[in-house]
């Protein structure tokens, strides 16, 4: 199954500390990655990022579309990748 995730920097920030990141790393690593808040991200059950999936939604918030039109089409893909996997399929090999 696939899991769908929308970064949010507040509420990062607000755990205090992910994964062995303090605050501060966790500001730098935003900078750094500069990932707009709402970008979706979708994982798989060993909560890793599907690709392409992934990369294309990255891609589309750095070209600064809008949250609602990106959160649209995640939940979309959510269940175009759910219904793949459910057939033993991923994007990659998906046929007519």
Known sequence: MVHLFFTDRRNALRVGSIAGLGRVDLEELFERRRVPDG????????MRPVEPVSSWFRALAMQRLDPKSMKAYAYTALMLLNFLLARQTDLRCATE
């Open 39 to 46: 970008t979706p991200i979708l994982l798989d059950e060993a």
